[in-house]
């Protein structure tokens, strides 16, 4: 069983940036993390979680929700088993509980699709106007 360990989050001002980062240990179904395409959710009060980016095995495709492109940045390294997000002009609606994930599919249409495991304790990041 896959241990997440997502990290990086804060209070900032709007403008500023963050480093998301994901590490993890364990397997998914039999192998690790890095094996899978990843992917970065969100969950803020009171609304659902929403896929805010992934990236596959390789990096070939990448997925951005419309709201972050050109703002936000995700990243793996696969022998660390890691992701990240680098998350620059975060506004006050970036702010919400991330979490990082495996998941079975992430195209540039569908974004992120169907996590593998269950969810880690994600980081909270709260940005002020």
């Known amino acids: 069983q896959v241990q997440l360990v997502e990290s990086g989050g804060g209070m900032v001002q709007a403008g500023e940036s963050l480093r998301l980062s994901c590490t993890t240990s364990g397997l998914v179904s039999g192998l690790t993390f890095g094996n899978f395409a990843l992917a970065w959710f969100r969950q803020a009060p009171g609304q659902e979680r929403e896929g805010v980016s992934c990236i596959t095995l390789y990096g070939e495709t990448i997925f951005y929700r419309d709201s972050v492109k050109g703002r936000f940045t995700i990243s793996r390294d696969n022998a660390k088993n890691s992701v990240y997000l680098q998350m620059n002009s975060l506004k006050p609606e970036d702010s919400a509980r991330y979490y990082c994930?495996?998941?079975?599919?992430?195209?540039?249409?569908?974004?992120?699709?169907?996590?593998?495991?269950?969810w880690g304790q994600g980081t909270l990041v709260t940005v002020s106007s």
């Open positions: 994930a495996a998941v079975g599919h992430c195209s540039v249409s569908r974004g992120a699709v169907n996590p593998l495991h269950a």
